[in-house]
């Protein structure tokens, strides 16, 4: 398996974005990752990886590229002058066939436009979607999307998001008639935004020849229930969800390390309880679940954290292989057709 691997952009610089790379190559047999960057900045990167990972080198080629996408571009800007960058050849590679799947920590609205405009996207979807998987309760999970790649959508947008979400659901975790909401400020019909409003409506209409069950309105609470399969809303609003829940989950894990550690008594508990405590702070660590998929393009983008160190961005190319490894455009594309 082959994946183009944009190591520009993140705010840790290429350093932790080769070494998550190498650790993936290293865990992975058969995986192979191009590398998109100035050569020499990514050779002397490669030089200093610690010797358990050096191994990884003769599976991570380098394609020199000189110029990257700055974290101010704007989509305008990428479009018109971007060709020569790291993301959009790497993006390019994609297209080519060169390569399986892209990875990218770079410039959110760059990555989606120059995505869009380099692979396409599946019939009768207008704008690409970013989406992760949310850990709820009983083990399951909820799908949040937009994240960030369209911070304003109409309904008819909202609608397209509900479709390719449900697929996604059905296609990965095998949800036969997934339960869809549209994230509000409340249940009732009357709060919320015109958009959010207008495509309540549409979906009501259409119910009965949905792919999927509509249960109306969810507020934010409602994602980590473990009752819905996916929750839709505008770019903003997911984008500011998925923070605060990163950062709650954090805060979580140290105020349990902390209560524990605050007593004698409680350091013998922290003690005895240490396994259960090391599970909790895995199952909740944010860096486990980095990586979102850029939904709609005839291709597989994923759009990791730009702040993620070496393990995050290596969680963000597992991402990757599982989506190449479901043959996720290919599975959604076949299983509905969005123009109908």
Same mark, same amino acid.
């Given at each position: 398996?082959?994946?183009?691997?944009?190591?520009?952009?993140?705010?840790?610089?290429?350093?932790?974005?080769?070494?998550?790379?190498?650790?993936?190559?290293?865990?992975?047999?058969?995986?192979?990752?191009?590398?998109?960057?100035?050569?020499?900045?990514?050779?002397?990167?490669?030089?200093?990886?610690?010797?358990? !990972?050096? @191994?990884?080198?003769? %599976?991570? /080629?380098?394609?020199?590229?000189?110029? $990257?996408?700055? #974290?101010?571009? =704007? +989509?305008?800007?990428?479009?018109?002058?971007?060709?020569?960058?790291?993301?959009?050849?790497?993006?390019?590679?994609?297209?080519?066939?060169?390569?399986?799947?892209?990875?990218?920590?770079?410039?959110?609205?760059? !990555?989606? @436009?120059?995505?869009? %405009?380099? /692979?396409?996207?599946?019939?009768?979807? $207008?704008?690409? #979607?970013?989406? =992760? +998987?949310?850990?709820?309760?009983?083990?399951?999970?909820?799908?949040?999307?937009?994240?960030?790649?369209?911070?304003?959508?109409?309904?008819?947008?909202?609608?397209?998001?509900?479709?390719?979400?449900?697929?996604?659901?059905?296609?990965?975790?095998?949800?036969?008639?997934?339960?869809?909401?549209?994230?509000?400020?409340? #249940?009732?019909? =009357?709060?919320?935004?015109?958009?959010?409003?207008?495509?309540?409506?549409?979906?009501?209409?259409?119910?009965?020849?949905?792919?999927?069950?509509?249960?109306?309105?969810?507020?934010?609470?409602?994602?980590?229930?473990?009752?819905?399969?996916?929750?839709?809303?505008?770019?903003?609003?997911?984008?500011?969800?998925?923070?605060?829940?990163?950062?709650?989950?954090?805060?979580?894990?140290?105020?349990?390390?902390?209560?524990?550690?605050?007593?004698?008594?409680?350091?013998?508990?922290?003690?005895?309880?240490?396994?259960?405590?090391?599970?909790?702070?895995?199952?909740?660590?944010?860096?486990?679940?980095?990586?979102?998929?850029?939904?709609?393009?005839?291709?597989?983008?994923?759009?990791?954290?730009?702040?993620?160190?070496?393990?995050?961005?290596?969680?963000?190319?597992?991402?990757?292989?599982?989506?190449?490894?479901?043959?996720?455009?290919?599975?959604?594309?076949?299983?509905?057709?969005?123009?109908?």
């Amino acid at each position: 398996m082959r994946l183009a691997i944009d190591v520009m952009g993140g705010d840790q610089g290429p350093h932790a974005l080769i070494e998550g790379a190498a650790r993936a190559v290293i865990e992975t047999p058969g995986l192979e990752l191009i590398l998109f960057g100035p050569h020499q900045q990514i050779s002397a990167e490669l030089s200093r990886l610690p010797r358990p !990972l050096a @191994a990884a080198t003769s %599976r991570l /080629l380098v394609r020199d590229v000189a110029h $990257s996408v700055a #974290a101010t571009a =704007t +989509a305008a800007w990428a479009l018109r002058r971007g060709q020569s960058t790291s993301m959009a050849q790497m993006l390019r590679c994609l297209a080519q066939g060169d390569a399986l799947a892209g990875v990218s920590v770079g410039n959110t609205a760059a !990555l989606v @436009a120059l995505a869009r %405009r380099e /692979l396409g996207m599946l019939a009768g979807m $207008s704008r690409p #979607a970013i989406s =992760t +998987a949310i850990p709820a309760r009983g083990g399951r999970r909820c799908y949040l999307l937009d994240l960030g790649a369209n911070v304003d959508s109409p309904a008819s947008r909202l609608v397209e998001f509900a479709l390719i979400g449900a697929a996604m659901a059905e296609q990965v975790d095998g949800i036969a008639r997934p339960g869809v909401a549209l994230l509000n400020v409340g #249940a009732e019909s =009357t709060k919320g935004s015109a958009s959010v409003r207008e495509a309540d409506r549409l979906l009501r209409e259409s119910a009965d020849s949905l792919p999927f069950a509509y249960l109306g309105y969810a507020e934010g609470g409602d994602i980590f229930q473990g009752e819905l399969d996916v929750i839709v809303c505008d770019g903003f609003a997911g984008n500011a969800v998925l923070k605060a829940s990163e950062g709650l989950a954090g805060m979580l894990v140290e105020r349990v390390q902390l209560a524990f550690a605050s007593r004698p008594r409680g350091r013998l508990a922290s003690w005895i309880a240490k396994p259960v405590l090391k599970h909790l702070k895995q199952e909740l660590d944010p860096v486990r679940y980095n990586g979102a998929s850029l939904l709609g393009l005839q291709g597989i983008v994923v759009k990791s954290h730009g702040g993620t160190r070496a393990d995050g961005f290596y969680y963000a190319i597992r991402r990757a292989m599982q989506e190449v490894e479901h043959n996720l455009p290919e599975r959604l594309a076949k299983r509905w057709s969005f123009n109908e």
